[in-house]
């Protein structure tokens, strides 16, 4: 190979190492500076100290809430702990989360629940929801499905739902009782690929739709698959790119396949999506500084970052911080709720806040 060749070679390759290093980092948040935004009447939520990755809230008030994520590179504070879906009253001035019984047919003391969902089947009321569980210790994915029976603060085990396409999801969103869209955050499964498939920026991952009959990609082109919602009309599918910032736009059709219709770049790493029922505007936690979510410091904590959307389907969205804060109040925000003009903000690892909008 002649001189000239390798020092062409060379060059090639640096520059694309320069280039992704600038991407990887620009994109994590090395440069960003927050500018702290407050609400009035914020309350940290006893009784939650492990974490509150994933909430769903009823109609009526009540909310389920993912706590005790375990994942490789993240932050736990109880790693010894199983996770648990915890229950709470949103008409309650004062929360009081508390532990769901789970029924046979899911091991609890290797329980490491992720995103979740619900569907309410229109006949009799009945609330199934949907968990992303990662088992200890092989942190496989598999998607568990519930029905909730609120007298007695229970949810009895349906099935387990296992899928080669469903080989890391991270956030679901149910439309029907056994059926569902999933986002899959990264296409390799060991976790040294998974880092190298992430500075790359390989664009591998997706969103999959499942039913009994039917397993099939819908949606492609993602570098991380994150959070994902459905409108309250049932038209369009929300999901989150975390690393490219984006909340992408779906028409759904009835045969249950996507159509693509606009991304809107929010500068700062979304996590999971909820939609306001009377408005339909869209809350998510954010993750200003993402690089700190995986070389965590007690010293310099991850913040947390609360972003709404209005107009999404309208040619000029309004994106608008809610709350910022530098990791002395909450730490990794994961997803942002509004219930009766209150705010829930949860976390992938740390607490929950409870905060008046008005």
């Known amino acids: 190979m002649g001189t000239m060749l390798k020092l062409t070679l060379l060059g090639v390759t640096l520059g694309f190492l320069g280039e992704r290093i600038y991407q990887f980092t620009h994109k994590a948040g090395y440069f960003r500076e927050l500018q702290p935004i407050d609400l009035p009447s914020c309350h940290l939520v006893k009784g939650i100290e492990y974490g509150s990755e994933d909430i769903h809230v009823l109609p009526n008030g009540l909310a389920f809430i993912s706590s005790g994520l375990k994942y490789p590179l993240l932050k736990s504070f109880s790693p010894d702990r199983p996770g648990e879906i915890l229950l709470v009253d949103l008409n309650e001035d004062v929360l009081h989360p508390e532990p769901l019984k789970l029924s046979k047919g899911v091991d609890v003391s290797l329980f490491n629940p992720h995103g979740l969902s619900v569907y309410i089947d229109e006949r009799d009321s009945t609330v199934y929801l949907f968990v992303v569980n990662h088992p200890i210790p092989d942190f496989k994915s598999f998607v568990e499905i519930f029905k909730f029976d609120e007298k007695q603060k229970s949810l009895l085990h349906l099935k387990t739902i296992k899928h080669p396409l469903l080989q890391s999801v991270n956030d679901i969103v149910a ?8 986002t899959n955050d990264y296409y390799f499964e060991s976790l040294p690929m998974k880092i190298v498939e992430g500075f790359l920026g390989l664009k591998l991952t997706n969103v999959v739709y499942y039913s009994p009959r039917n397993v099939r990609e819908v949606a492609a082109g993602f570098y ?13 599918i929300y999901a989150v790119d975390l690393t490219h910032h984006t909340i992408n736009v779906y028409e759904k059709h009835a045969n249950w396949s996507l159509t693509f219709v606009k ?14 029922p009377d408005t339909g505007d869209i809350w998510t936690g954010a993750h200003p500084y993402l690089y700190k979510m995986f070389s965590y410091n007690v010293e310099d904590p991850p913040g947390s970052e609360v972003i709404r959307v209005q107009n999404i389907h309208s040619d000029h969205p309004i994106v608008t911080r809610v709350y910022v804060n530098n990791g002395s109040v909450i730490q990794g925000s994961s997803c942002a709720l509004v219930y009766k003009k209150k705010l829930i903000i949860g976390t992938v690892f740390h607490k929950a806040l409870y905060c008046q909008l008005e």
């Not at 439309?175 to 999933?182: I, K, M, R, W």
């Not at 991304?263 to 306001?276: C, G, H, P, Q």
Request: hydrophobic share 35%; no cysteine.
């Open 263 to 276: 991304a809107i770049d929010v500068d700062t790493s979304l996590d999971n999506l909820s939609v306001d």
């Open 175 to 182: 439309v029907g009782p056994e059926s569902f869209y999933a």
């Open 224 to 236: 991380s698959g994150n959070g994902i919602a459905i409108s309250n009309d049932k038209r369009f």
